[in-house]
């Protein structure tokens, strides 16, 4: 029988939401498992103490000293390393906040220093090299499956770089920016999800990630304009999950 | 001399803790939130209302809903905005879906390998992988519930002020009566199961639920009537944690399942209150550890409730109509119980619909000093006469009892 790819899960600071998802994989996490076999997985198992990973999937900003120090250890003994989430990828919502990180933790804890050794978040992508990225918050799930499969069976995963306009297409979805005059960010956002938020009517809020590239921030922003948004809330609702200068 | 407990698998975020040793006796303990902190009161300031419940939504992914819930009803309270009946039903439904899917995730896949000696539910599926799978459906029929109501299995945001983006339609209503119908068994089983565990841990004395069920306009505690949080709650800074520690009238306190079904067994469905009754003795004790009696019994209250509720709603049919908000200045607080316990939401907000003011408390910091105090119990009990190893197995599972949460724990705003 083929030996199993050591698979390590690990957390950084974030909502546990990526972590989560994985076990929402249900049934299909049998599937997985007959290629892979869980050696850290902080939320799930008790197990750990691997010195080598052949695939790591870390989640969450990097926030603290902690975190960093996890970060490395985790680039330093893995193959194939994952930047999953948005929080991972483009800072999410906790690297968002505005202004520095002695300002915050005094107006939070109140006037106490930095005991416990807080950075400003940064997503791990400006920390280390990853081998794959993995945006959304949290990612979808049947992407992630996808995703461990092809690197199980040798192939290298696609990402998908494609706004969220397209599954809307494809699904024949009533464009809400059009249609309802709704602030939707699905121009510009990483497609991936298939268009959840707008099954339910409602505007792409960007929680995947702002898409580089082709697309068009500026005319979105003039769209939104003209919809009658004002500057402030546009470049907030931009900037939620990404630093982001449009 | 410190005892470092490395950090705590089999919960949700990143803690650990110390326990202090001088002249070969326990005498504290420590428990550290080193999760980074997240920052969300500041995020929510100057935003407008409508975005607000989906950037809650990311405080935590276990119980999104929850905050999604607590940050609608502020922003409700605020503006003065009454939803009808149809609209909290669907919004409990929610809720009982994040119950279902959370209290089972806790149960099955991290509480059950204690009793039976896993390191982990994938482990112990090999010889029981028919209790897993039954946790894994009722985890699963949780988060339809979730997705439904809520837009996605985590972070949807069809949970809005005044409504829903979109509503549910019949045959979704359909498939949660029949599904909660048949998957009551099993919870029963559950109830079984996590009755065998022994009591550890401390003996609350205080508990503290919201006045309804699932939600109130108030809180309650055992000791008297209705009030405000901070009419008796107090939450202080602490140097080794990111979460902040709450007390009420200066103790420390439980919420939480616990707490719940001591305080409202009254408003229980048909069978989780015969079952409640048949196990009152042992919860009363108060011990902490019987919290996963009490969210096994839960599990038959959610499925029992999410059962009536779809019935009631399919027999009077869906408006699917939202509320329309006008805005105002206003202040709101939300209170709801989130599966592990009260969560609050307080705004303040301006006449333009902009939040300025924001507060929220997490069951987990509510719990925190609880916790402490558990911890610090059964590290003097066991000191001397368990190994370390078992000691440490002994702490893990005390923690493990609140179910903690965090996360969610560590962003409070100061007061
Ligand atoms: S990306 Fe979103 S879902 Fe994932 S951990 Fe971060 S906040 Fe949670
Ligand atoms: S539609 Fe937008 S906000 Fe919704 S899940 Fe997709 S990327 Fe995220």
């Known amino acids: 029988m083929m030996e199993k790819l050591k698979l390590a899960v690990f957390e950084l600071t974030d909502c546990g939401g990526c972590a989560l998802n994985i076990l929402f994989i249900y049934e299909r996490l049998f599937d997985l498992l007959e290629f892979y076999e869980i050696s850290e997985f902080h939320m799930a198992t008790s197990l750990s103490g691997e010195n080598h990973y052949d695939v790591a999937l870390i989640t969450g900003t990097v926030?603290?000293?902690?975190?960093?120090?996890?970060?490395?250890?985790?680039?330093?003994?893995?193959?194939?390393?994952?930047?999953?989430?948005?929080?991972?990828?483009?800072?999410?919502?906790?690297?968002?906040?505005e202004g520095s990180i002695r300002k915050k933790l005094e107006e939070v804890y109140g006037d106490k220093g930095n005991p416990m050794r807080a950075l400003d978040s940064k997503p791990v992508v400006e920390y280390v090299a990853v081998d794959f990225a993995l945006p959304g918050c949290p990612y979808d799930k049947e992407e992630i499956y996808q995703v461990l499969i092809d690197i199980a069976k040798g192939v290298e995963p696609v990402r998908k770089d494609y706004p969220v306009c397209v599954e809307c297409k494809l699904n024949e979805y009533e464009c809400v920016l059009v249609k309802k005059n709704l602030p939707c960010l699905g121009p510009i956002t990483y497609g991936g999800c298939n268009a959840a938020c707008i099954r339910s009517g409602l505007g792409?809020?960007?929680?995947?990630?702002?898409?580089?590239?082709?697309?068009?921030?500026?005319?979105?922003?003039?769209?939104?304009?003209?919809?009658?948004?004002?500057?402030?809330?546009?470049?907030?609702?931009?900037?939620?999950?990404?630093?982001?200068e449009p | 001399?410190?005892?470092?407990?490395?950090?705590?698998?089999?919960?949700?975020?990143?803690?650990?803790?110390?326990?202090?040793?001088?002249?070969?006796?326990?005498?504290?303990?420590?428990?550290?939130?080193?999760?980074?902190?997240?920052?969300?009161?500041?995020?929510?300031?100057?935003?407008?209302?409508y975005d607000v419940p989906d950037l809650e939504a990311r405080i935590c992914a276990i119980c999104y809903l929850s905050h999604s819930v607590a940050s609608v009803m502020a922003i409700e309270r605020a503006f003065g905005v009454d939803v009808p009946e149809e609209i909290q039903l669907l919004r409990e439904l929610g809720l009982i879906g994040e119950l279902l899917e959370s209290h089972a995730l806790h149960l099955y896949l991290l509480v059950a390998p204690d009793i039976f000696g896993y390191p982990d539910a994938i482990r112990m599926a090999t010889k029981h992988g028919e209790l897993v799978r039954e946790g894994l459906a009722i985890k699963a029929f949780g988060n339809r519930l979730r997705e439904i109501i809520g837009g996605r299995e985590i972070h949807g945001i069809n949970v809005k002020p005044g409504?829903?983006?979109?509503?549910?339609?019949?045959?979704?209503?359909?498939?949660?009566?029949?599904?909660?119908?048949?998957?009551?068994?099993?919870?029963?089983?559950?109830?079984?199961?996590?009755?065998?565990?022994?009591?550890?841990?401390?003996?609350?004395?205080?508990?503290?639920?919201?006045?309804?069920?699932?939600?109130?306009?108030?809180?309650?505690?055992?000791?008297?009537?209705?009030?405000?949080?901070?009419?008796?709650?107090?939450?202080r800074s602490l140097v080794y944690s990111f979460a902040k520690q709450s007390h009420y009238n200066g103790e420390p306190f439980l919420v939480g399942a616990l707490a719940r079904l001591l305080l409202k067994a009254d408003s229980l469905t048909p069978m989780a209150k015969r079952l409640f009754?048949?196990?009152?003795?042992?919860?009363?004790?108060?011990?902490?550890?019987?919290?996963?009696?009490?969210?096994?019994?839960?599990?038959?209250?959610?499925?029992?409730?999410?059962?009536?509720?779809?019935?009631?709603?399919?027999?009077?049919?869906?408006?699917?109509?939202?509320?329309?908000?006008?805005?105002?200045e206003g202040e709101g607080i939300g209170y709801?119980?989130?599966?592990?316990?009260?969560?609050?939401?307080?705004?303040?907000?301006?006449?333009?619909?902009?939040?300025?003011?924001?507060?929220?408390?997490?069951?987990?910091?509510?719990?925190?000093?609880?916790m402490e105090l558990?911890?610090?119990?059964?590290?003097?009990?066991?000191?001397?006469?368990l190994d370390e190893c078992s000691l440490i197995q002994r702490l893990e599972e005390t923690v493990r009892a609140f179910d903690p949460c965090i996360s969610c724990s560590v962003h409070i705003v100061k007061l």
């Open chain 1, 63 to 97: 926030s603290s000293q902690r975190d960093l120090a996890l970060l490395k250890e985790a680039r330093n003994h893995s193959d194939y390393l994952i930047a999953l989430g948005t929080c991972a990828t483009h800072g999410s919502v906790q690297a968002s906040v």
């Open chain 1, 204 to 244: 792409c809020i960007g929680c995947r990630g702002p898409l580089p590239g082709e697309v068009n921030p500026a005319s979105e922003y003039e769209i939104l304009k003209d919809l009658g948004y004002d500057e402030d809330y546009i470049i907030r609702k931009f900037k939620t999950f990404a630093r982001w």
């Open chain 2, 1 to 49: 001399m410190i005892i470092e407990l490395r950090e705590f698998t089999r919960v949700e975020g990143n803690g650990k803790a110390e326990i202090v040793v001088e002249d070969g006796e326990v005498k504290n303990v420590r428990l550290k939130i080193v999760e980074g902190p997240r920052f969300f009161e500041l995020l929510t300031l100057g935003r407008h209302y």
């Open chain 2, 163 to 235: 409504g829903f983006g979109r509503y549910p339609t019949v045959e979704e209503l359909e498939l949660f009566e029949r599904e909660s119908g048949a998957l009551l068994k099993l919870a029963r089983r559950a109830v079984r199961l996590f009755a065998s565990l022994e009591p550890y841990g401390e003996k609350a004395e205080h508990f503290v639920a919201t006045d309804g069920y699932l939600w109130g306009d108030k809180l309650v505690s055992n000791e008297e009537g209705t009030f405000h949080y901070t009419e008796r709650i107090e939450e």
């Open chain 2, 277 to 328: 009754e048949e196990h009152r003795e042992k919860l009363a004790t108060g011990y902490v550890s019987y919290n996963n009696l009490a969210q096994a019994i839960e599990l038959v209250y959610s499925l029992e409730r999410a059962n009536e509720i779809a019935k009631t709603l399919l027999d009077k049919g869906l408006e699917g109509e939202n509320i329309p908000i006008a805005v105002r």
């Open chain 2, 336 to 370: 709801v119980e989130a599966p592990r316990g009260v969560l609050i939401h307080h705004y303040r907000i301006d006449g333009s619909g902009n939040v300025f003011y924001s507060n929220i408390i997490t069951p987990t910091a509510l719990n925190h000093a609880m």
């Open chain 2, 374 to 385: 558990s911890l610090l119990r059964e590290a003097k009990r066991g000191y001397g006469e």
